[in-house]
Nanobody
């Protein structure tokens, strides 16, 4: 069974950092595009970042450019999201998801497999 498991969420003060990890169970993450998405209370899920398989090209939502970095750890079969300079508006449940390619405009509806999410809370 294909599973994605997120970890690393928690409570952090504004300006702080967190590192999220997405682990693949039952499949090789390096063969898939992996995206990070988030959903704040009362809001629609939105794309944060995505990394392609192979050469690993990346893209980011404008709201996180320069603050978040997505990367692969092939040995651990994980995709990580380093989040720096966190803001209260980054508070959300963060999900990782897999597909054969990164979706246009980071549209979450084009992803195929989803984890259950990890909560990130940024206090002001």
């Amino acid at each position: 069974q294909l599973q994605l498991v997120e970890s690393g969420g928690g409570l952090v003060q504004s300006g702080g950092s967190l590192r999220l990890s997405c682990e693949g169970l039952g499949f090789d993450l390096d063969l898939h595009a992996i995206g990070w998405f988030r959903q704040a209370p009362g809001k629609e899920r939105e794309g944060v970042s995505c990394i392609l398989s192979g050469v690993g090209s990346t893209n980011y939502a404008d709201s996180v450019k320069g603050r978040f970095t997505i990367s692969r750890d092939i040995a651990k079969n994980t995709v990580n999201l380093q989040m720096n300079s966190l803001k209260p508006e980054d508070t959300a449940v963060y999900y990782c998801a897999a597909a054969w390619g990164c979706p246009l405009n980071l549209d979450y509806r084009d992803m195929d497999y989803w984890g259950k999410g990890t909560l990130v809370t940024v206090s002001s």
